[in-house]
T-cell receptor
Framework: AQSVSQHNHHVILSEAASLELGCNYS??????LFWYVQYPGQHLQLLLK??????LVKGIKGFEAEFIKSKFSFNLRKPSVQWSDTAEYFC????????????FGGGTRVLVKP | KAGVTQTPRYLIKTRGQQVTLSCSPI?????VSWYQQTPGQGLQFLFE???????NKGNFPGRFSGRQFSNSRSEMNVSTLELGDSALYLC?????????????FGPGTRLLVL
């Protein structure tokens, strides 16, 4: 079955450390890729998205993601995290074979220690 | 523009009862999706409505149903509640029914089934 997976369930970092969260999807063809973030007590909100063009996508709050087609990956990065980046991060892909329903990875909880 | 709003925000029900949750999309958005979020299963797609028609459905039993009104507002109903239905139910809206459109999420309705 077509799916989306996130490698890490929990990540603990210190402020100013670099962050990289993995996301892999299991099918080829045209892909639309999203990263969402859920800060404690807040709504899910979009960090960034990729449809086509430059595989390096920049989003809000200093986040970026790189689409690597050969690896079926769309990893999220931030060079230097802040305490306020503590949140749960979700990769999401509309699965074409399922009518483009938005399918989320399991999420990665990131804790940034001050 | 006002964001996606959901009512009620919190709900406590007992097994066997039914519940109706409401979602008002962002003004102008015609597509509304519903998701269930639990610690064990993560974010799972329930269904999506566009122009009052269900366009896609997730793998949930028939006890879960929804509808969309002409003003794009949507409701979802869960009948014969089970303990396992305890979850955060999220509504999301987008402008069009397109895999490239960003979904904007509401704060959710937290349902507790006793």
């Amino acid at each position: 079955a077509q799916s989306v997976s996130q490698h890490n369930h929990h990540v603990i970092l210190s402020e100013a450390a670099s962050l990289e969260l993995g996301c892999n999807y299991s099918y080829g063809g045209t892909v639309n890729l999203f990263w969402y973030v859920q800060y404690p007590g807040q709504h899910l909100q979009l960090l960034l998205k990729y449809f086509s063009g430059d595989p390096l996508v920049k989003g809000i709050k200093g986040f970026e993601a790189e689409f690597i087609k050969s690896k079926f990956s769309f990893n999220l990065r931030k060079p230097s995290v802040q305490w306020s980046d503590t949140a749960e991060y979700f990769c999401a892909v509309p699965i074409k074979a399922a009518g483009n329903k938005l399918t989320f990875g399991g999420g990665t909880r990131v804790l940034v220690k001050p | 523009k006002a964001g996606v709003t959901q009512t009620p925000r919190y709900l406590i029900k007992t097994r066997g009862q039914q519940v109706t949750l409401s979602c008002s999309p962002i003004s102008g958005h015609r597509s509304v999706s519903w998701y269930q979020q639990t610690p064990g299963q993560g974010l799972q797609f329930l269904f999506e409505y566009f122009s009052e028609t269900q366009r896609n459905k997730g793998n949930f039993p028939g006890r879960f149903s929804g509808r969309q009104f002409s003003n794009s507002r949507s409701e979802m109903n869960v009948s014969t509640l089970e303990l396992g239905d305890s979850a955060l139910y999220l509504c999301a809206s987008r402008l069009r029914y397109s895999p490239q459109e960003t979904q904007y999420f509401g704060p959710g309705t937290r349902l507790l089934v006793l």
